[in-house]
């Protein structure tokens, strides 16, 4: 099955009077979502490490690092963008890809768009490219890459930055399967990073080498043009020996779009989205039984066997593990009775009466998610035995956010506005939704980058 070609095709073809009126609208939110946790991300201390290295770097100022106050070459703006947008774990999530989709496409999308003066129009049709053909990468796939320890997100990323930044530069079906070649070869990027500053790292990095893989081809750059299904090629390397589904990337791409179904999920909290059924759980526990730290036993959340996987620090020392500990954000969840941006820091986590809670919270497997069937299942139980002998249980299996449970337009702007807080001055963050709702309307990228 000529895999590789038939993205390629879908690349050159797609049009956004062709793509469903819904996907732009869903993708116009994902892109302001990105956009303010990406300003947010521009303040932590990974930015300012990123930022050092950048201006060491130089390139030429075409592209904006958001944020930052200066301009650079197209894919290390890319690159820092990226990974400011992943800095925080407050991006959003497609299950398909098991990943975040936006945090790699959209950074190139916007620095290629900024470089070459592209519309509203062409920026919006190129993230939705990216986004499905990264997804449509996921379905035929996954499990086994993401079981396999690679990082979805930087894996799959790359080809969707890639496709996004060829659609842009409107290369030929031919430059495009080249660009997928190409990126191919840069896909990269393991789980076990998680909690640190290199799991962000991987969006930026994505970002970047799809930018650079998209230039490469235009220039008449040359890579393998069957690169997805070739003997040696990508599905077989990070699925593993028929351990990968060719026929599910190509027989659904663009029917329909995976921004529509399954959809794309938007963050209330800045932690791994496994956390979120959890905290949402351990939340509404605390709200309607009025559950007081000091009355706890113990805690026990239930869940599928991949969480752990996921969520791979039971005892954090930092906010970075902080964000991927089941333990410690239901037992933040508990003590404050709320979760936010101000509580992932390492004071907090580390603070004593953190960690005397996250002593007291285990995982188990819940039986019915303990196949490979239900590896994607986020559904999480929450267990809580107070001290007098009482018991509380609340099970989520869909977090607020998610497609099924969705955040609302006007929900989504005020997270925004969140975000760019003290970054961007009142009038600059009504006119930077503005122009992102009415994205087609924009007449060159410039017009939005510049408020960034």
Known sequence: MEATKALAEFIVDADLGKIPPEAGELGKQAILDCLGVSLAGSRDPLALKMVALLRDMGGRAKATVWGRKFRTSSPLAAFANGAFAH????????????????????????AVGEEIQASGKA??????????????????????????????????????????????????????????????SEASGLRQNFGTMTKPFHAGH????????????????TADPDIVEGKLGYARAFAGPEKYNLAKITERLGRPYDILSPGVGLKRFPSCARTHP??????????VNDIRPQD????VCQGSYTTPTMLIHSRPKTALEGKFSMEFCTALALLERKVGLPHFKDQKVQHPSIQELV?????????????????GNPSTTVKVLLKDGREFAKTVDEAKGTPPNPLTPEEIKDKYRQCVKGIQKRNEMEKTIDLVFNLEAVKKAANLTRLL
């Open 87 to 110: 800095a925080l774990d407050f991006d959003d999530i497609n299950r398909t890809m098991r990943g975040h989709p936006t945090v790699p496409v959209l950074p190139a999308v916007l």
């Open 123 to 184: 920026i919006l049709a190129a993230y939705l490219v990216g986004f499905e053909v990264e997804a449509k990468l996921g379905a035929g796939l996954n499990p086994h890459l993401f079981e396999n320890g690679w990082h979805p997100t930087a894996v799959l990323g790359v080809m969707g930055a890639a496709a996004a930044a060829a659609k842009l530069l409107r290369l030929s079906a031919e430059k495009a399967r080249h660009a997928l070649g190409i990126a191919a």
């Open 206 to 221: 994505a970002a970047k080498n799809g930018v650079i893989a998209a230039k490469l081809a235009q220039k008449g750059f």
């Open 278 to 287: 959890g905290i949402d759980a351990m939340l509404d526990l605390v709200q």
């Open 296 to 299: 706890v036993e113990s805690i």
């Open 359 to 375: 002593r007291k919270v285990r995982f188990e497997i819940r039986p019915d998610l303990a196949t490979i069937e239900n590896s």
